[in-house]
């Protein structure tokens, strides 16, 4: 049963663009959603956040937007670059949660 | 530099040989948790510890254990390795538990049985 569901295995962007990546979840406990980015040979690495409360929640180039009523939450990487290229993760928890449940990943290619 | 350490990086082992994945961090977390990575399904959670002495199961718990007898260690243990246990994990800290701080992850153990 995959709560949080990335449906778009893959992303090519070329450099400069907008970078969009999606999300989606089934579980309406979720109040706080996460987003990890992995480069090869490395851990995931936390990089932004929002709580359920908020809408939006911005940091540089990096922009999360929550839908609450889609249960959908999104990515924005503007401008985009070529060391963007990596796996982003989404993923959530709810206060009675003692983990983050992760989505399956998105490769981003960012091509100068 | 504060960073959870796993070891050994790569491990290429036979069924049935018992293998000790080893986790420490040095942030003074209280959470610790083990995560697998597989194509097309993510990173799964395996075992994870609120504390010391304090663990208990997460998603995919089959085949191995843990434990937590000092608050900077969280070792993975593999009884009897199977095929299906040849994967990519991951262990991860957090202050307290991860609803709303963010997971320190460690470089990832990748793991073949054959």
């Known amino acids: 049963d995959q709560q949080v569901k990335q449906n778009s295995p893959s992303l090519s962007v070329q450099e400069g663009r907008i970078s969009i990546l999606n999300c989606d979840y089934t579980?309406?406990?979720?109040?706080?959603f996460l987003w990890y980015k992995k480069y090869p040979a490395e851990g995931p690495t936390f990089l932004i956040s929002?709580?359920?409360?908020?809408d939006k929640n911005e940091d540089g180039r990096f922009t999360v937007f929550l839908n609450k009523s889609a249960k959908h939450l999104s990515l924005h990487i503007v401008p985009s670059q070529p060391g963007d290229s990596a796996v982003y993760f989404c993923?959530?928890?709810?206060?009675?949660?003692?983990?983050?449940?992760f989505g399956t990943g998105t490769r981003l290619l960012v091509s100068p | 530099e504060a960073q959870v350490t796993q070891n050994p990086r790569y491990l290429i082992t036979v069924t049935g040989k018992k293998l000790t994945v080893t986790c420490s961090q040095n942030?003074?977390?209280?959470?610790m948790s083990w995560y697998r990575q597989d194509p097309g399904l993510g990173l799964r959670q395996i075992y994870y510890?609120?504390?010391?002495?304090?663990?208990d199961k997460g998603d995919v718990p089959e085949g191995y254990k843990v434990s937590r007898k000092e608050k900077r260690n969280f070792p993975l243990i593999l009884e009897s390795p199977s095929p299906n246990q040849t994967s990519l994990y991951f262990c991860?800290?957090?202050?307290?538990?991860?609803?709303?701080?963010?997971?320190?992850f460690g470089e990832g153990s990748r793991l073949t049985v054959l």
């Open positions: 929002i709580s359920s409360i908020k």
């Open positions: 991860a800290s957090s202050l307290m538990r991860p609803n709303t701080g963010e997971l320190f």
């Open positions: 510890s609120m504390n010391v002495e304090v663990t």
């Open positions: 579980n309406s406990m979720f109040d706080y």
């Open positions: 942030m003074n977390h209280e959470y």
């Open positions: 993923a959530a928890s709810a206060i009675s949660f003692q983990k983050l449940v």
